[in-house]
């Protein structure tokens, strides 16, 4: 602004009058005098805070009086964390004042990381045993490694990282965490007619199996179309299951391990992360059906939605933890920590379907029009036209859902599971180091860990939106 | 994909029964229809026999049932002694809808404070602002409420050393004792007046816009109104001889005495809440400042508004158009979240009727049933209200 009123150029002809007074044109500027500096009162520091901080009366105060609010909690902040924190030590005398029976002046007040540090194992893996660490090591290793290629759009083998994730980890994450090794005793046949055991559990699969198989064979012959490919389909999804089943069942030699016994961040993670699993495909199924042509299917899906996002979480978990076990029949036990799950795996499908739902619907009518004008069915043209679109356009507000869940896995502390926060909470009744600064030394390093993570997937978020805002705006 | 052209003169081919989408959409519902009816079936009848080996009587009688647990805080007449599980429920429910209404106002002067700081042309404080937004929707509520609860208050003086606000009464760790308003003889003139004030700025409001149209003259509404709202009930106050005093709590041995306590459980939740809604409230109003567009600035610059006018007239009204829906879900948040008190024992619906009631009755279906229902019945009534407050403001093209 400043450099153009100020460098404004010369007349380019000068018109001099010589004595015979017959006007000639004595010179012609051909080329443009340098522009001037910006005169000092619109550069440098001063004039950045003359127009950014006291550019009026009011602006002034609004200034000090932020740079007031900036002092009253900075500084005691710094002090607090980093100026009079105590980094190591062995119990509390060494983050206690000489009065409370510690080793510091009177008027010390500071954050007592040696605590953090001492209670930092029970902040990741809660009360997993000591010597089996290595298994959430290893699952934690598998987890962002094979994450982290997939979050970043330019790394190759998309198609195989995706099956890893979603089929091949999940499997192998459950039987490292929990010990694999399961008793499959038999669903199906009374117990009077086989001996209850894997035989029997097998015997059960294959009627299931023939079951399925004869429902899409009967549903290709009554829609006169090829049933082989229909029936290879579902027999391959069977023998997968089958396999993972086999997996689950095989003793691999490691302890089994409670979930009663995980407990700190390893726990939120694993619900964060099963939440939002497990939310993705019921979320697109219901939005789907919100937006289907079959009353009936509309009409449930919109009540389940609308349900779930009108509770609180809290009563969800209530539920999912008082009510659950009413509903099963007597002897069946669910674990405490899988109800949670499915507690909250419920909760975010139902935000997760209004997020995929805004994907559904930024998508322009030509594309279902040109599905169909293709003969694709409905199935096909979500599969291969609607979908990945729809998708990749809510990739950020996925994210966004995720950011809540994960936010929102604290509240399990309050049915009595040990998460991150469940767990610090839970290390304030140990005497040997409670201290007058042990609470604000916690939730300050609680809410570091969780505005780190939060923060970076926000960015991450924000990343994807810049990048996927190339087309789709009519 | 092509058909041949002899295909198409031959008579409609039997199309099979179950590629008639119609007939295909049909048995699919059914079949989900079926599904459904049967799991919740099983469902019940599990949880019957259950319920019965467990030996409790469904159903809602106990409703009628002497409570028998004091709550700390209640707005409406409450015992220990004779008051029942349905009274716990409504008391509940009442403080519910205490932390709901403080806190949306609450969090709505510091959502927009914070939202037009955000926007300030003051560097200081629109990094003030980004600091705000940034760390405090980064960190779970339910950590903050824990911060304010566990950590900041319990800063606070002890009972005997309560500090002394002056006028605003005393705050120590066991809460924050306010004067009390007591209403003598007279008073019932100044709620009148409250009355007749708003009831004649809301009909001066109308006659203005309506004159406006007219003839183009306009009136100072925002400051008659005002005027008439709070200048009414003053002289009302001054005619019938100041009716209303304060009770100031009075410092004791064993803590203040008098006035109206505000627990810390309250102070704790509700600034938790409000901080938290406040940085969601923000972004939604600076999304909606910056969504007028920016000719419509330079439009009233051009017809010579002055900035306050611009704000005013022409900026605002368009911005709230975009503010409003996301401003309503963020405020269904901030009551569905205030169930989170139950983790600090503010005795609100969730705590004392889902929490209390129900490990006390073991009636566990029917409590949550009635607790999510009620939300259920206030989200839904939001929504209703939104729905109506969108149809009322959308824009009427022509």
């Known amino acids: 602004m400043a450099k153009r009123t100020t460098t404004k150029s010369r007349p380019k002809t000068a018109i001099v009058k010589n004595d015979t007074g017959a006007a000639a044109v004595a010179y012609v500027r051909s080329d443009m005098d340098p522009d001037l500096p910006a005169p000092d009162a619109s550069?440098?520091?001063?004039?950045?805070?003359?127009?950014?901080?006291?550019?009026?009366?009011?602006n002034s105060i609004l200034t000090v009086f932020a740079l007031y609010l900036v002092y009253l909690v900075v500084p005691p902040l710094v002090d607090f964390a980093f100026v009079n924190a105590i980094f190591s030590g062995e119990d509390r005398s060494v983050c206690a004042t000489i009065e409370q029976g510690g080793v510091r002046d009177s008027d010390w007040f500071g954050a007592c990381w040696a605590y953090v540090g001492a209670y930092g194992s029970q902040f990741i893996y809660g009360r997993y045993p000591s010597d089996e660490y290595w298994?959430?090591?290893?699952?934690?290793?598998?987890?962002?490694?094979?994450?982290?290629?997939?979050?970043?759009?330019?790394?190759?083998?998309?198609?195989?990282?995706?099956?890893?994730?979603?089929?091949?980890?999940?499997?192998?994450?459950f039987i490292l965490l929990s010990g694999g090794n399961l008793d499959l005793n038999g669903f199906l046949l009374p117990d009077s007619m086989m001996e209850p055991g894997t035989t029997k559990f097998w015997v059960d699969y294959l009627f299931v199996c023939a079951a399925v198989l004869a429902i899409v064979f009967l549903v290709a012959r009554g829609s006169q179309s090829d049933p082989i490919p229909g029936l290879r389909i579902g027999l391959g999804i069977m023998a997968v299951i089958a396999i993972i089943l086999m997996l689950f069942a095989v003793d691999f030699g490691l302890r089994h391990i409670e979930t009663d016994r995980w407990g700190g961040f390893l726990v939120t993670l694993v619900i964060a992360v099963t939440g939002i699993a497990a939310s993705l495909p019921i979320g697109i199924a219901l939005a789907l059906g919100r937006r289907s042509n079959m009353p009936i299917v509309r009409l449930m899906s919109v009540i389940f939605i609308e349900?779930?996002?009108?509770?609180?979480?809290?009563?969800?978990l209530f539920m999912s933890s008082v009510v659950l076990p009413l509903f099963l029949p007597e002897g069946v036990t669910f674990d405490k920590l899988l109800r949670a799950l499915i507690g909250v795996a419920l909760f975010s499908a139902a935000y997760m379907a209004e997020v995929v739902r805004g994907g559904l619907q930024a998508i322009p009518k030509g594309q279902y029009e040109g599905a169909s004008a293709?003969?694709?069915?409905?199935?096909?043209?979500?599969?291969?036209?609607?979908?990945?679109?729809?998708?990749?356009?809510?990739?950020?507000?996925?994210?966004?859902?995720?950011?809540?869940?994960?936010?929102?896995?604290?509240?399990?502390?309050?049915?009595?599971l040990f998460d991150f926060l469940g767990q610090i909470q839970f290390s304030f009744s140990d005497a040997t180091w409670s201290t007058a600064g042990q609470s604000l030394t916690a939730y300050l390093f609680a809410a570091f860990v969780y505005w780190v993570c939060c923060f970076s997937m926000s960015r991450y978020s924000i990343f994807m939106e810049r990048r996927l805002d190339t087309g789709h705006k009519s | 994909m092509a058909v041949e052209a002899g295909r198409l003169e031959e008579p409609a081919a039997k199309v099979a029964l179950l590629n008639d989408p119609k007939v295909r959409g049909w048995i699919f519902q059914s079949a989900l229809l079926?599904?459904?009816?049967?799991?919740?079936?099983?469902?019940?009848?599990?949880?019957y026999a259950n319920l019965a080996a467990a030996n409790i009587a469904s159903g809602f009688g106990f409703l009628e049932r002497n409570a028998g647990f004091a709550i700390s805080q209640s707005l409406l007449e409450y015992s220990q002694e004779s008051s029942t599980y349905g009274r716990v429920f409504f008391v509940g429910l009442a403080n519910t809808l205490l932390m709901a209404v403080v806190g949306v106002i609450l969090a709505t002067i510091v959502g927009f404070t914070v939202g037009i700081a955000r926007l300030s042309n003051n560097w200081v404080i629109r990094q003030l602002a980004t600091a705000y937004v940034e760390t405090l929707r980064n960190i779970p509520l339910l950590l903050q409420i824990f911060v304010w609860y566990f950590a900041v208050l319990r800063l606070l003086p002890s009972r005997r050393a309560s500090w002394d606000l002056g006028f605003l009464g005393q705050l120590n760790i066991s809460g924050w004792f306010a004067p009390k308003p007591v209403f003598g003889e007279g008073a019932s003139l100044m709620v009148?007046?409250?009355?007749?004030?708003?009831?004649?700025?809301?009909?001066?409001?109308?006659w203005a816009h309506k004159r406006q149209e007219e003839t183009g003259q306009p009136f100072p509404?925002?400051?008659?109104?005002?005027?008439?709202?709070?200048?009414l009930p003053i002289f009302a106050y001054l005619i019938s001889g100041m009716p209303v005093s304060f009770e100031m709590p009075v410092a004791g041995n064993f803590g203040p005495k008098g006035g109206s306590r505000l627990y810390p459980e309250f102070i704790g939740l509700l600034l938790a809440l409000s901080m938290y809604t406040a940085s969601f409230i923000a972004e939604i109003v600076r999304a909606g400042i910056l969504a007028v567009d920016k000719g419509q600035t330079e439009a009233s610059a051009a017809l010579g508004l002055r900035s306050g006018q611009l704000l005013r007239l022409v900026i605002i009204p368009q911005a709230?158009?975009?503010?409003?829906?996301?401003?309503?879900?963020?405020?269904?948040?901030?009551?569905k979240n205030s169930s989170l008190a139950v983790a600090i024992a503010y005795p609100d619906l969730v705590s004392v009727f889902a929490g209390t009631a129900l490990n006390q009755t073991g009636q566990a279906v029917e409590i949550l049933l009635m607790t999510m229902l009620t939300y259920l019945g206030l989200s839904l009534l939001t929504s209703a209200f939104m729905n109506w407050y969108n149809n009322k403001m959308a824009l009427v093209e022509r």
């Not at chain 1, 959430?136 to 190759?156: C, I, K």
């Not at chain 1, 291969?384 to 994960?406: D, E, R, S």
């Open chain 2, 192 to 206: 009148w007046a409250i009355v007749v004030g708003v009831v004649g700025a809301f009909l001066l409001g109308r």
């Open chain 1, 135 to 173: 298994r959430v090591n290893l699952t934690g290793l598998l987890f962002f490694g094979s994450l982290v290629p997939l979050l970043m759009p330019a790394a190759p083998y998309k198609p195989l990282n995706i099956i890893f994730v979603s089929i091949i980890f999940p499997v192998v994450a």
């Open chain 2, 34 to 47: 079926v599904v459904i009816v049967w799991l919740i079936w099983v469902g019940l009848q599990n949880m």
């Open chain 1, 374 to 416: 293709l003969g694709l069915s409905y199935g096909q043209s979500m599969r291969m036209i609607i979908l990945p679109q729809a998708l990749k356009l809510v990739i950020p507000g996925i994210v966004n859902t995720f950011i809540g869940l994960f936010k929102d896995t604290t509240l399990v502390l309050i049915i009595g």
């Open chain 1, 307 to 316: 349900f779930w996002r009108g509770i609180p979480l809290i009563t969800v």
């Open chain 2, 320 to 335: 709230m158009r975009v503010i409003i829906p996301p401003l309503t879900s963020q405020y269904l948040n901030l009551t």
């Open chain 1, 43 to 58: 550069q440098g520091i001063a004039a950045w805070m003359r127009a950014n901080l006291f550019s009026s009366w009011i």
């Open chain 2, 221 to 231: 509404v925002f400051g008659t109104g005002l005027a008439m709202i709070l200048g």
